[in-house]
């Protein structure tokens, strides 16, 4: 079974892409704030996270280049969700290994294609 790891600090949000892809047969589980990351890293490491870049204490780009620095998400593909249409304006989304973006409010066919298009 895939392992996605969804990190949004809206909780409504996080529970509904979990429920979304249990639907589709895709283990999932979501992390509402970065500090989160490090616990739930703990056990087996996620095929592909969803990222919501504008978390609290980090901002578009800058705060997904700290999450991926060295750090627990480094070396995973990384969809970026986001209500922010400018949130990676400058940023070289292929350094940061995002894979695609999301464009909140999205679409669950939009969400679903993504993710098994990126898990196959």
Do not use: Y
């Amino acid at each position: 079974m895939s392992r996605v790891l969804i990190v949004d600090d809206d909780v409504s949000i996080a529970q509904m892409v979990v429920a979304v892809l249990a639907d589709e047969g895709i283990a999932a589980r979501a992390v509402t704030h970065a500090s989160d990351l490090d616990a739930a890293m703990s056990g087996q490491r996620p095929e592909l996270v969803l990222l919501d870049v504008n978390m609290p204490g980090a901002r578009g780009g800058d705060g997904l280049a700290w999450l991926r620095r060295g750090g627990p998400l480094a070396g995973i593909p990384a969809v970026v969700m986001t209500g922010d249409p400018d949130a990676l304006v400058g940023q070289d989304a292929s350094k940061l290994g995002i894979a695609a973006c999301l464009l909140k409010p999205f679409e669950i066919e939009d969400l679903v294609a993504i993710v098994s298009k990126l898990l196959s």
